[in-house]
């Protein structure tokens, strides 16, 4: 089973903060993604990059970088929080991109923001 | 915006009970995902339907794929307990970037 570990599981900062978080992967997979999960919205594509040093541009990429380092670890940055921002993050790996390709999450990184 | 969605929110039934959920989309697509989560983890691929299958089965689930109507389906027969989820559909219709998900259903199983 493909393992995809996110850091923090939990994490708490007040509005203005700054805040990294990380997702590792070690399934030799090209793809990574950053979603975030809001009651009434389901899941929701912020970032993705298909490869260390590749960024592309989600669907609600307000407020947020993210940082692809090395082929397993891809970043997310929230360089000033707003409580709008307050969620639970999921990071997510797959071998390729597109509709026939199943992607490995991992089990959530909670963010609130004060 | 979003262009998939689960018709129903949230269904209550008893063990035993057969349900069906239903997601609709805004455009063309031939491959559909059908993810579970579990509280407190992250989403797992359950199905994935292409449009020549028209219909995939594993153990007591059921999805469906009408690219004509653009919708899809999955069904759980003689739910338990241990389904209680929540499960969303998911498929990359604007132009294969990556996978978009629906807002997803929550299903609730009793004994």
């Known amino acids: 089973e493909a393992a995809v570990t996110q850091s923090p599981r939990n994490k708490v900062t007040v509005t203005g903060g700054n805040v990294t978080l990380s997702c590792r992967q070690t399934?030799?997979?090209?793809?990574m993604y950053w979603y975030r999960q809001d009651t009434g919205h389901g899941l929701r594509l912020i970032h993705y990059?298909?490869?260390?040093?590749?960024?592309q541009i989600g669907d609600v990429p307000d407020g947020y970088k993210a940082t692809r380092t090395t082929q397993e670890d891809f970043f997310l940055l929230l360089e000033l929080a707003s409580p709008s921002q307050t969620s639970l993050y999921f990071c997510?790996?797959?071998?390729?991109?597109?509709?026939?390709?199943?992607?490995?999450f991992g089990h959530g990184t909670k963010l609130s923001v004060l | 915006s979003q262009w998939g969605e689960e018709n129903l929110q949230a269904l209550s039934i008893q063990e035993g009970e057969d349900v069906t959920m239903n997601c609709s989309y805004k455009?063309?697509?031939?491959?559909v995902h059908w993810y579970r989560q579990d509280s407190g983890r992250g989403p797992a691929l359950i199905i994935l339907?292409?449009?020549?299958?028209r219909e995939k089965r594993s153990g007591r689930l059921r999805a469906t794929l009408d690219t004509s109507s653009q919708s899809s389906s999955l069904s759980i027969t003689a739910a338990q307990c241990e389904d209680t989820a929540v499960y969303f559909c998911?498929?990359?219709?604007?132009?294969?970037?990556?996978?978009?998900f629906g807002t997803g259903t929550t299903v609730s199983v009793s004994p």
């Open positions: 339907i292409r449009s020549n299958e």
């Open positions: 997510a790996s797959s071998p390729g991109q597109g509709a026939n390709e199943r992607l490995f």
């Open positions: 998911a498929t990359d219709a604007q132009g294969g970037r990556a996978l978009i």
């Open positions: 399934n030799s997979h090209n793809y």
């Open positions: 455009t063309y697509t031939t491959v």
């Open positions: 990059s298909y490869g260390a040093g590749n960024l």
